[in-house]
């Protein structure tokens, strides 16, 4: 049985936490690692190194727009296509993150819990719902 009272309340964590989550990452890509680093690791990895510029576009103002809750759930669907891609990058490295290369469990927890946050809707203080799917 859902709890209607809190449901809206735990889609807003969910979703606040997977947009920090995200924001965190595509800094990390343009700040630390830079955009050419970030190129460099999509060529090394045999993804089109144009591919690093949309995903560090999609995890920086995606992640901002989960955190404020704008089309939230539409954006959480983008989400789990993407983690899981970044999962599959890691599925030869083994379960562990503490594997070398890192492991596929975390990139694949997201996209389960970006899964969560796309079925469950945008919850409360969403700044611009999403439409009903």
């Known amino acids: 049985m859902i709890d209607s009272r809190t449901a809206p309340y735990a889609a807003l ?10 924001v965190a990452h595509g800094l990390t890509k343009v700040l630390v690692f830079t955009p050419a680093g970030t ?26 727009m989960l955190v404020f809750g704008v089309y939230a759930r539409w954006v959480a669907a983008v989400a789990v296509v993407q983690l899981f891609v970044a999962g599959m990058v890691h599925f030869g490295n083994g379960w562990s993150f503490t ?26 203080f969403a700044a611009k719902r999403s439409s009903k799917a």
Do not use: C, H
Not at 13 to 22: D, E, K, P, S
């Open 99 to 124: 594997n070398a290369n890192g492991g596929w469990e975390y990139p694949i927890y997201l996209s389960v819990t970006a899964m969560v946050v796309a079925l469950l809707g945008d919850g409360i």
């Open 39 to 64: 190129v460099g690791y999509f060529e090394s990895i045999g993804f089109p190194g144009f591919l690093a510029y949309p995903v560090m576009a999609f995890e920086v103002i995606g992640g901002l």
């Open 13 to 22: 964590v969910m979703r606040v936490a997977l947009g920090i989550m995200f």
